[in-house]
């Protein structure tokens, strides 16, 4: 398949574009596309990759005939991740912001959508093969979070006991 398309077979505009950098992307709903990589019985039975991707559209690389999708042009997406990606570089494009506002006090919620054996256990769950999901990272992410404020609590509380303990011995000093 050649990209980039011809120009009547341009795909749809994404959402919004440098969605990285842009805030409102974090505060809208946004869907991703995650290309699974091809499984070891799919590579041994040399069957292709049935799509090419860029940074914010997928496209099919079989023949119309050979391809079940029925998709015969490029489609767009705020992101499209490769088969490479990791779940590590998903988080942290995609969640560790939703989570930082979840810290704030704002809803936020992150779900994978898709069919059989397309990738989302081990996106959202992870594995041996693939390490933390999204879960797991998030879950680190809060408790990390909680131990920061916990720390700066205690900190806090010291320093209010110790000044009260200074200016009591102050008193009576005097």
Same mark, same amino acid.
Request: charged share 25%.
């Given at each position: 398949?050649?990209?980039?398309?011809?120009?009547?077979?341009?795909?749809?505009?994404?959402?919004?574009?440098?969605?990285?950098?842009?805030?409102?992307?974090?505060?809208?709903?946004?869907?991703?596309?995650?290309?699974?990589?091809?499984?070891?019985?799919?590579?041994?039975?040399?069957?292709?990759?049935?799509?090419?991707?860029?940074?914010?559209?997928?496209?099919?690389?079989?023949?119309?005939?050979?391809?079940?999708?029925?998709?015969?042009?490029?489609?767009?997406?705020?992101?499209?991740?490769?088969?490479?990606?990791?779940?590590?570089?998903?988080?942290?494009?995609? @969640?560790?912001?939703?989570?930082?506002?979840?810290?704030?006090?704002?809803?936020?919620? @992150?779900?994978?959508?898709?069919?059989?054996?397309?990738?989302?256990?081990?996106?959202?769950?992870?594995?041996?093969?693939?390490?933390?999901?999204?879960?797991?990272?998030?879950?680190?992410?809060?408790?990390?979070?909680?131990?920061?404020?916990?720390?700066?609590?205690?900190?806090?509380?010291?320093?209010?006991?110790?000044?009260?303990?200074?200016?009591?011995?102050?008193?009576?000093?005097?």
């Amino acid at each position: 398949t050649v990209w980039p398309p011809s120009r009547r077979h341009r795909p749809q505009q994404p959402l919004s574009r440098g969605w990285a950098e842009n805030a409102s992307m974090n505060e809208r709903v946004c869907v991703v596309v995650r290309v699974r990589p091809i499984t070891p019985a799919e590579c041994r039975a040399g069957q292709p990759t049935a799509w090419a991707q860029s940074h914010d559209s997928i496209w099919p690389t079989l023949p119309r005939p050979l391809s079940a999708t029925g998709v015969d042009r490029p489609m767009g997406f705020d992101r499209v991740f490769g088969p490479d990606a990791s779940n590590r570089a998903m988080y942290d494009e995609l @969640v560790h912001h939703r989570v930082e506002r979840v810290l704030q006090g704002y809803n936020a919620t @992150v779900m994978a959508y898709g069919q059989t054996c397309s990738g989302k256990t081990s996106t959202i769950r992870g594995g041996d093969e693939v390490g933390d999901g999204l879960i797991a990272l998030a879950t680190k992410h809060v408790l990390e979070a909680v131990a920061v404020a916990e720390g700066k609590a205690e900190a806090e509380r010291k320093a209010t006991v110790e000044g009260q303990a200074r200016a009591a011995g102050g008193e009576s000093g005097g």
